[in-house]
């Protein structure tokens, strides 16, 4: 294996200069030009993490999510990578698969590897293990006022949707949910639909199931064929994700209704699993890339010395799709 005292040999140089190169120390350029050539033609790899321990620091982000199995959370995936590239940083995917066990193991390995940081979407108590001198960001989840926070409009954006279906004529609205411990965010979400509907007195129900996930499109479609096999008691539905309004407009395949023309349907996130994906919920759309680029800059600009960090929260906006009504057909 070629190693740095090849690259000094070929290059003429001394290994120090071959080292100060490869850590980016100003070397004189002719200097630079011999070592980049001997590089090349040894093909040599400089050992990161022999560079990491020497500087005390290291060029990797850690980016704990709970899922990559939702159009948001893989999108959001894809923008922090652009980000962390143009700061000329490398981003190490950790899928926590909502496993607090696993979200700590990912955490004690950031702080033994002396990341630069680490960036987190968590809903697990891991609050008393996120002190050190690591830089942490999270995304979606308020843990302290120590920690920068970004997030989205949830009661804003939760309140236009239920709007959204209020103006193209629906009266009788669903809410649909799943209880997860922690998720302030789609608890916001919820508040806010239910605030709307009350202060304009329109008649809602609120389907909160509290199960686990992996029979949650069961339970639902179950639900939902209940509900509306003999009439159509809600001629608007407003889920707190995408992929729940995905499992709605799936179960009314088989339902003697018909959405948009006798049910709406308004999701939440708007994010693609391509970047060509035509999309058909109607949906209230998250900054997905506005969120990356706000969390790598918190990351990067990080000053410890601050008791209060920044608190960003984005708005959303509506976009409407297939799955409502234009305004003047309602």
Request: hydrophobic share 40%; proline share 4%.
């Amino acid at each position: 294996m070629v190693n740095m005292n090849d690259v000094a040999k070929k290059a003429n140089v001394s290994r120090g200069t071959v080292s100060n190169y490869v850590n980016h120390v100003k070397i004189k350029p002719e200097l630079a030009a011999r070592v980049e050539k001997a590089i090349e033609e040894l093909n040599y790899i400089p050992n990161q993490a022999a560079r990491s321990l020497k500087k005390q620091e290291s060029d990797i982000i850690v980016f704990i999510l709970p899922t990559i199995w939702t159009p948001f959370f893989s999108e959001l995936a894809y923008y922090i990578q652009l980000e962390l590239q143009i700061q000329n940083f490398k981003m190490l995917l950790c899928n926590s698969q909502n496993d607090y066990n696993l979200e700590l193991d990912y955490i004690k390995m950031a702080q033994e590897q002396k990341v630069k940081g680490i960036l987190t979407i968590s809903y697990s108590d891991i609050e008393p293990y996120l002190i050190s001198n690591i830089p942490i960001v999270s995304i979606e989840r308020y843990f302290n006022s120590a920690i920068p926070f970004i997030t989205s409009d949830n009661f804003g954006g939760a309140r236009q949707a239920a709007e959204e279906l209020h103006k193209r004529g629906s009266k009788r609205l669903l809410l649909i949910l799943r209880e997860l411990p922690n998720n302030l965010g789609i608890f916001e979400r919820m508040n806010g639909f239910i605030d709307y509907c009350t202060h304009n007195e329109l008649e809602y129900e609120v389907y909160l199931d509290k199960g686990n996930s992996i029979d949650f499109p069961k339970r639902l479609d179950l639900f939902l064929t209940e509900k509306f096999s003999e009439n159509c008691p809600f001629d608007g539905i407003f889920t707190v994700t995408d992929r729940y309004a995905e499992f709605v407009f799936n179960t009314f395949a088989h339902l003697p209704w018909s959405i948009p023309e006798d049910v709406q349907l308004v999701g939440f996130d708007g994010a693609r699993s391509f970047s060509n994906q035509s999309l058909t919920i109607s949906t209230m759309s998250q900054d997905v890339r506005e969120i990356a680029h706000l969390s790598v800059k918190e990351l990067v600009e990080f000053d410890d010395s601050l008791a209060i960090q920044k608190k960003h929260i984005l708005p959303v906006k509506f976009t409407a799709f297939k799955t409502t009504r234009k305004l003047d057909e309602k």
